[in-house]
């Protein structure tokens, strides 16, 4: 198990909040509004943003051309697919049940990391990922009748937890020895022309001016999800093992279901209350300190 840092338990706070709070204001910002358009205008202002944030940091931009293959693998199971199938699920269904559907990624990702990068997990580990699972279902146990009329959400969000399970996987191990947020900005600014040229060729007979709802959600959205959340996900995932940064993260849903019962109105049931037992359950198991084990013996992650 892995013990966090003061600096990643401030990055991991500040970003359960951001996160949270992100699926309502989502949820407003694709109602009456082209969804991938919509994303491709976050993107587009938010990455200006995060590269004044590298010149103020005096971060260097420059990826050597060696890097550039690994960089667009990257870019694409953590940014490309994610952000264009999870904003089209979130038209089908509601801020808090998107949020869960999206939030299965930790399971997605120990399974991959035990399946096909050999991880080795403990029982304590796996217990976590029983928990998160469980969470899951009571979070989605009223959803389940509407859920079966709308299975083209249901499988935009699980294949986009899915891909971002498998970045989070591939960024832990990436060898490029550039700083994080260098490849933040780039995985953002690739995200931008991809999202652009999809809103164009799929959105452009439905484009209209944002109203300042939409406006309100596509700011919240470039300022504090892309020119902040993302680059303190990237870093976490890229220093923490992927089990403890996946399952940390699983508060996201949690806040996002609550934060939508207020703003939204989406009803809250006693399952909802069980599961935040469960997911908290799920972040000790990877983040609570485990006992020291005599010299010599293994430690697994």
């Not at 990826?63 to 089209?88: C, D, K, S, T």
């Not at 359950?281 to 485990?290: G, M």
């Amino acid at each position: 198990m892995h013990a966090l840092t003061s600096r990643q338990w401030v990055l991991l706070a500040l970003l359960t909040v951001v996160w949270g709070f992100n699926w309502p204001i989502m949820k407003l910002g694709v109602t009456g509004y082209p969804p991938l358009t919509y994303r491709a205008l976050c993107l587009v202002i938010g990455t200006p943003i995060l590269g004044l944030g590298l010149l103020a940091m005096k971060v260097p931009f420059r990826i050597p051309r060696q890097y550039w293959r690994e960089l667009f693998i990257l870019g694409l199971f953590n940014m490309f697919i994610w952000h264009a199938l999870i904003v089209l699920a979130v038209q089908y269904l509601s801020s808090g049940r998107s949020a869960i559907l999206g939030y299965t990624m930790p399971i997605f990702s120990a399974l991959l990391g035990a399946f096909i990068f050999q991880n080795q997990l403990s029982k304590r580990a796996w217990g976590g990922v029983a928990a998160a699972a469980l969470g899951v279902i009571f979070l989605l146990w009223h959803e389940l009748a509407n859920l079966s009329g709308k299975p083209i959400g249901v499988l935009l969000a699980l294949t986009a937890a899915c891909a971002w399970a498998m970045g989070t996987q591939l960024l832990r191990r990436t060898a490029i020895p550039l700083p994080t947020l260098t490849l933040s900005f780039w995985m953002s600014a690739m995200t931008a022309c991809v999202l652009v040229i999809l809103a164009t060729l799929f959105e452009s007979d439905q484009w209209q001016p944002p109203s300042q709802v939409h406006w309100f959600s596509i700011f919240y959205n470039a300022i504090l999800v892309f020119g902040f959340a993302h680059p303190a996900w990237f870093y976490l995932a890229r220093n923490l093992p992927p089990l403890a940064s996946t399952l940390s993260v699983m508060m996201v849903p949690i806040l996002g279901v609550f934060s939508g019962s207020l703003a939204l109105n989406e009803l809250l049931h006693w399952q909802d209350w069980a599961a935040t037992g469960l997911i908290a359950i799920a972040i000790a198991s990877v983040l609570w300190p485990s006992q020291k084990k005599p010299d010599g013996a293994p430690t697994v992650s």
